[in-house]
């Protein structure tokens, strides 16, 4: 027991190590992990990793949607439902039948069936590794939103095509209609049952006596009660937790207080971190395992029916991506669009964007060993083998490549054309004149006894002097003595903390605010 736990913790300091390797070398950093489990899998007396699908299904996927619906913006996500619904939905289908149609064609043994099966499996873009990719690039938004809309639903989608998959393997039998029917079944209750459960946790949020410890903890229990909740009745367990996300994070303002919603943003973004670096490096860690199991397939054949299976997820994706422009335009004669001229840029951009990750081994490790029958389920090592190839082929060609073909493609924001920071200043500028109208008007008579709000008023003045006066050069010498400022304000904290008297938790919550002036001149002035 202490061996494992002390394995684990070595592994969290490697992968801490790669991360910062990988902000090093200006590459996201789930390729880094990837090749980095590749190479340590490799290191003879190393004890093999095995993953089970269990664990991923129920411990990391859970939060990891939780977390991406949460930070996803709903009015983005709204105005491209349609792309995103697409691409999560029918797209998966389209290179699902795709990779059926060359698997059972140059693929000695497979069936359509297991073409759609292996199709499920690898079909759903991994979104942690095109959104960690496009930090590192000017990009878009409206192509940073669709891919991280897309990710939440195309889980979803995939899933339910392995289901039934797996049915017409294990029966030899699939009726089109009925299948049909209960996908309709399985995404709208699975939907239902999120938002249940999180009218649940909101009626707690909101009239319980709760804190913030408490809110952040029940925020972490959420995602497991939709999943688990969902999945009980076999229904979507993605989609439940993706929409109570969706529908939580839209009211959170109604129910968090700013300290839940400050501390709450750290243990988040903390957690998913580490949940990625590991599912990440544990695919690496996973080939052996995969390459023992071949059994009667030679290893290059099946690198060969990987890449086949690689190149046609990457030329499929890109052509339903054009596919999509181009049905776009001709459907924009006849219903609003929220663009009916999307052009080639960026769909190249969303076709190149296509990498998987876990949740596709996952799906592929959670192939039965036996058909109900109780022979072996067939070319199940192999569906495994091709899986982990297509997972490593495009996280790392396209990963790395896909900084290139935005800057080959050269797109430019068509919704925002302003820059950041003047966005920024903008809405500085609004808030201030704001401020200032509201305690004239509201609070003129208390305003002229009280100098504190006095002071709070000539604070926003200054704000609005600022803003017209543009004074960068200002700004910036103002940035820099004001980080002086708080350093010394840290440094007498410390000081005071010496005395005996001083209770340390008063040092301790002005060291928090600190914090919090820190940041909030970082967001008013550095934002990018």
Same mark, same amino acid.
Request: net charge negative; aromatic share 12%.
């Given at each position: 027991?202490?061996?494992?736990?002390?394995?684990?913790?070595?592994?969290?300091?490697?992968?801490?190590?790669?991360?910062?390797?990988?902000?090093?070398?200006?590459?996201?950093?789930?390729?880094?992990?990837?090749?980095?489990?590749?190479?340590?899998?490799?290191?003879?007396?190393?004890?093999?990793?095995?993953?089970?699908?269990?664990?991923?299904?129920?411990?990391?996927?859970?939060?990891?949607?939780?977390?991406?619906?949460?930070?996803?913006?709903?009015?983005?996500?709204?105005?491209?439902?349609?792309?995103?619904?697409?691409?999560?939905?029918?797209?998966?289908?389209?290179?699902?039948?795709?990779?059926?149609?060359?698997?059972?064609?140059?693929?000695?043994?497979?069936?359509?069936?297991?073409?759609?099966?292996?199709?499920?499996?690898?079909?759903?873009?991994?979104?942690?590794?095109?959104?960690?990719?496009?930090?590192?690039?000017?990009?878009?938004?409206?192509?940073?939103?669709?891919?991280?809309?897309?990710?939440?639903?195309?889980?979803?989608?995939?899933?339910?095509?392995?289901?039934?998959?797996?049915?017409?393997?294990?029966?030899?039998?699939?009726?089109?209609?009925? $299948? +049909? &029917?209960?996908?309709? /079944?399985?995404? #709208?209750?699975? *939907?239902?049952?999120? @938002?249940?459960? %999180? =009218?649940?946790?909101?009626?707690?949020?909101?009239?319980?006596?709760?804190?913030?410890?408490?809110?952040?903890?029940?925020?972490?229990?959420?995602?497991?009660?939709?999943?688990?909740?969902?999945?009980?009745?076999?229904?979507?367990?993605?989609?439940?937790?993706?929409?109570?996300?969706?529908?939580?994070?839209?009211?959170?303002?109604?129910?968090?207080?700013?300290?839940?919603?400050?501390?709450?943003?750290?243990?988040?973004?903390?957690?998913?971190?580490?949940?990625?670096?590991?599912?990440?490096?544990?695919?690496?860690?996973?080939?052996?395992?995969?390459?023992?199991?071949?059994?009667?397939?030679?290893?290059?054949? $099946? +690198? &060969?029916?990987?890449? /086949?299976?690689? #190149?046609?997820? *990457?030329?499929?994706? @890109?052509?339903? %991506? =054009?596919?999509?422009?181009?049905?776009?335009?001709?459907?924009?004669?006849?219903?609003?669009?929220?663009?009916?001229?999307?052009?080639?840029?960026?769909?190249?951009?969303?076709?190149?964007?296509?990498?998987?990750?876990?949740?596709?081994?996952?799906?592929?490790?959670?192939?039965?060993?036996?058909?109900?029958?109780?022979?072996?389920?067939?070319?199940?090592?192999?569906?495994?083998?091709?899986?982990?190839?297509?997972?490593?082929?495009?996280?790392?060609?396209?990963?790395?490549?896909?900084?290139?073909?935005?800057?080959?493609?050269?797109?430019?924001?068509?919704?925002?054309?302003?820059?950041?920071?003047?966005?920024?200043? +903008?809405?500085?500028?609004? /808030?201030?004149?704001?401020?200032?109208?509201?305690?004239?008007?509201?609070?003129?008579?208390?305003?002229?006894?009280?100098?504190?709000?006095?002071?709070?008023?000539?604070?926003?003045?200054?704000?609005?002097?600022?803003?017209?006066?543009?004074?960068?050069?200002?700004?910036?010498?103002?940035?820099?003595?004001?980080?002086?400022?708080?350093?010394?304000?840290?440094?007498?904290?410390?000081?005071?903390?010496?005395?005996?008297?001083?209770?340390?938790?008063?040092?301790?919550?002005?060291?928090?605010?600190?914090?919090?002036?820190?940041?909030?001149?970082?967001?008013?002035?550095?934002?990018?």
């Amino acid at each position: 027991m202490l061996l494992t736990f002390l394995q684990y913790v070595i592994l969290v300091l490697i992968i801490l190590f790669m991360v910062m390797l990988a902000q090093k070398l200006k590459i996201a950093y789930p390729i880094v992990l990837v090749l980095g489990g590749l190479v340590f899998s490799f290191i003879p007396g190393l004890p093999l990793v095995q993953i089970n699908p269990e664990l991923i299904f129920v411990i990391f996927l859970p939060p990891l949607l939780y977390e991406a619906a949460w930070f996803t913006s709903w009015k983005d996500f709204w105005r491209w439902r349609r792309v995103i619904v697409s691409f999560a939905f029918i797209v998966v289908f389209v290179t699902s039948f795709v990779v059926a149609i060359f698997s059972s064609m140059f693929i000695p043994g497979f069936t359509m069936a297991l073409g759609f099966l292996l199709g499920a499996i690898v079909s759903p873009p991994d979104a942690v590794s095109a959104t960690t990719v496009m930090k590192h690039v000017k990009v878009p938004k409206r192509s940073s939103a669709i891919l991280e809309g897309e990710s939440l639903l195309n889980d979803a989608s995939s899933l339910i095509i392995f289901r039934f998959a797996l049915i017409a393997v294990d029966t030899g039998h699939f009726i089109f209609h009925e $299948a +049909i &029917g209960s996908f309709v /079944l399985v995404v #709208a209750l699975g *939907i239902l049952i999120g @938002i249940g459960v %999180a =009218l649940i946790y909101y009626a707690i949020h909101k009239w319980m006596p709760t804190n913030s410890h408490i809110d952040i903890v029940l925020t972490l229990t959420a995602p497991y009660a939709m999943y688990i909740a969902a999945e009980a009745f076999h229904f979507s367990g993605v989609l439940a937790v993706v929409s109570g996300g969706l529908f939580l994070s839209y009211r959170s303002h109604l129910f968090l207080n700013y300290q839940s919603r400050f501390q709450s943003h750290s243990v988040w973004g903390t957690l998913s971190f580490i949940m990625n670096g590991l599912v990440f490096i544990l695919i690496g860690l996973e080939l052996p395992v995969i390459v023992d199991q071949l059994e009667d397939v030679s290893l290059s054949s $099946a +690198i &060969g029916y990987g890449l /086949l299976i690689s #190149a046609v997820l *990457i030329v499929s994706r @890109i052509l339903c %991506a =054009l596919g999509a422009s181009v049905f776009t335009v001709f459907i924009s004669r006849y219903i609003q669009t929220a663009d009916n001229r999307p052009g080639w840029k960026g769909p190249i951009i969303l076709g190149w964007a296509g990498m998987r990750g876990v949740v596709s081994l996952a799906a592929a490790l959670s192939i039965p060993i036996y058909l109900t029958d109780h022979s072996d389920f067939p070319q199940r090592n192999l569906i495994l083998f091709i899986t982990f190839v297509v997972i490593l082929v495009t996280l790392v060609l396209q990963g790395l490549t896909l900084p290139l073909v935005i800057k080959w493609v050269n797109m430019e924001d068509p919704d925002h054309h302003l820059p950041l920071e003047h966005q920024h200043l +903008i809405v500085r500028r609004k /808030l201030a004149e704001h401020s200032v109208r509201f305690l004239n008007d509201q609070h003129g008579e208390l305003l002229q006894h009280n100098i504190a709000l006095q002071q709070l008023r000539d604070k926003f003045e200054s704000d609005k002097f600022e803003l017209d006066q543009e004074a960068e050069v200002e700004q910036t010498d103002f940035r820099k003595v004001y980080k002086n400022l708080l350093a010394h304000q840290r440094q007498l904290l410390i000081e005071l903390n010496r005395d005996p008297e001083t209770d340390e938790e008063i040092i301790r919550n002005y060291q928090d605010m600190l914090d919090i002036e820190e940041e909030k001149m970082r967001i008013r002035y550095e934002a990018v």
